[in-house]
C-alpha cells in the first residue's frame, strides 16, 4: 500500500510491466512517457501505445497509485504539433499530472487543459527558487523536480522559499552537469538528449572484443575498454574512461549510482515532498525490487524518524543493482562545499 503522505516514492515505469511492478510494490506516483521523441526516454521497445496507458492508468489508479506522463523534451519549430497533441493525449487518458520542460509546452497546456496538474521536470534545469517561483506564477506548476546538482543546504533553501512541491532523485543513474543543457552525447551522435530524447541511442553504439579487451564505442569514438572479468557499462561518454595527461581514468563522472537512502530523515526534515527512483531503462524486476526497498525504507523513516538507519540488507541489495555496484551521495554530500 502506498504509504507516507509527507514523502511520496515516484518511480520508473519504461513499460506497462514495470508500471505494474512499481505499483504492487509500494510506489505512490509512476512516470511513464509516450513511443516518441517527447520523452527523454525514446530508446526501442520502452514507452507506452494508447492501449497500455489505459490499462496502466486503470492499474495504478485502481490500486490508489498516480500515473504521471514525462512530455519533458523541447519542440521543435517543425514539430510542435506532436507535442502539443502529446499533451492533449495525455490529459484525455485522465493522467494525474505532466511533466514538462518546455515554457512553450507548459503555456499551451495551461490554456488547453487548465484543471491537468503540471510539474516542472529535471529537464527544465531550475536550480533556484527564483526560477521555480516564475514557472509557477507564470504557469501554476505544482512541483519541480531539482536537478542532482545541488548540496543538501541548497535544497533546504529552495524548499524554505517556494510554495511548489520538491522533488529529488533518491536512487539510480546520475547525469553530470546540468540537466537538460547536455551537449556530449549529441556532439557525437547527432541525437540531441533534450530535443530527440536519446543520450548514446543504441544505433550509436558499438560492442568489440578485441586483443586489449571489450571495447566500447559511440558513433566510432572509444569510450572504455573492459579486461576480462570487469563489468562493462553501457557507452555513455560522461561515464567513459580517457586519456588526460597520459593517465587514463575516469575524467568526467565515474560510474556510480546516486543512493540517498542514509539522507531520507534530513529530505523529509527539510519539507522535500517526492523522492524519484531513475530507471525507465532498466528491467520490471529492477524497478521491483528497487521500489520495495525504498517502500520499506520510507515506511520506517516515518515510523522513527529520529533513529532511522537503513538496514544493511537493503544497501547491499542496492549495490547489487548499482552501476558499478558502488553508490555515492552525490551533490547532497559535497565536501568542497
Known sequence: MPGSASLELVCPAGGLPALKAAVDNGADCVYAGF??????????GLNFDDAQLREG????????????????????????????????????????????????LMDYARRAHPELRLHLSVQGSATSYEAINFYRERFDIQRAVLPRVLSMAQVEQVVKNTPVEIEVFGFGGLCVMVEGRCALSAYATGTSPN???????????????????????????????????????????????????????????????????????????????????????????????????????????ARDLVHFEPKAAWMADLNKVSEGQSYTLGAYNRPWK
Do not use: M
Open 195 to 301: 530535443c530527440n530524447g536519446a543520450c548514446s541511442p543504441g544505433k550509436a553504439v558499438r560492442w568489440e572484443q578485441t586483443p586489449q579487451g571489450v571495447e566500447t564505442r559511440l558513433a566510432g569514438i572509444l569510450i572504455d575498454r573492459f579486461q576480462e572479468g570487469e563489468r562493462a557499462g553501457y557507452p555513455t561518454i560522461c561515464k567513459g574512461r580517457f586519456d588526460v595527461d597520459d593517465e587514463t581514468y575516469y575524467a568526467i563522472e565515474e560510474p556510480a549510482s546516486l543512493n540517498t537512502l542514509k539522507l531520507l530523515p534530513e529530505l523529509i526534515n527539510v519539507g522535500v515532498r517526492a523522492i524519484k527512483i531513475e530507471g525507465r531503462q532498466r528491467s520490471p524486476a529492477y524497478v521491483a525490487q528497487v521500489t520495495k526497498i525504498w517502500r520499506d525504507a520510507i515506511d520506517a523513516c
Open 35 to 44: 513511443r516518441d521523441d517527447t520523452n527523454a526516454r525514446n530508446f526501442t
Open 57 to 104: 492508468v486503470r492499474y495504478a489508479h485502481d490500486r490508489g497509485a498516480k500515473v504521471l506522463i514525462a512530455l519533458n523534451t523541447y519542440p521543435q519549430a517543425d514539430n510542435w504539433a506532436r507535442w502539443t497533441a502529446a499533451v492533449d493525449k495525455a490529459a484525455d487518458f485522465g493522467v494525474d499530472a505532466v511533466i514538462l520542460a518546455d515554457p512553450g
